[in-house]
């Protein structure tokens, strides 16, 4: 049987590999992902994103990171040095961002989301 959803997901992957672009810095970024439709801006939590002053909450397994950002300041130190993901949920037909620093595991997270959100270009 034809799977649509895993071509839904290839096409949906693509089309942002191509069609998002590199920035050089943080503002620019966020600016250029909100013209995109990237509007919300979500809040890492414990086992789950929320946005929209928490009206959602979305699990690791009802969103897609689209794309990952990262920036360094000049002095290139750790404190300085952030991410940007370009994050859509399907199940809530939500798209935006979030910014961290790569401090970020420093917090407690649920396994699930540490896998999600690892860093790699």
């Known amino acids: 049987m034809f799977n649509f959803k895993v071509v839904e997901n290839i096409l949906h992957n ?3 590999f191509f069609i998002m672009k590199s920035y050089d810095n943080l503002v620019e970024a966020l600016q250029g992902l909100k013209k995109q439709g990237y509007t919300e801006d979500f809040n890492l939590k414990e086992n789950c994103l929320e946005c ?3 009206k959602y909450k979305i699990f690791h397994n009802e969103f897609e ?3 990952t950002f990262r920036f360094e300041d000049d002095t290139s130190s750790p404190e300085g040095s952030s991410i ?3 994050i859509s949920s399907d199940k809530f037909n939500i798209k935006g961002t979030m910014v961290n620093s790569y401090g970020i595991y ?3 997270i649920a396994d699930e989301m540490l896998d999600k959100l690892n860093f790699s270009d």
Do not use: R
């Open 52 to 54: 929209s002053k928490g």
């Open 65 to 67: 990171i689209d794309k």
């Open 84 to 86: 940007l993901y370009a």
């Open 14 to 16: 693509l089309f942002n």
């Open 106 to 108: 420093s917090d407690d």
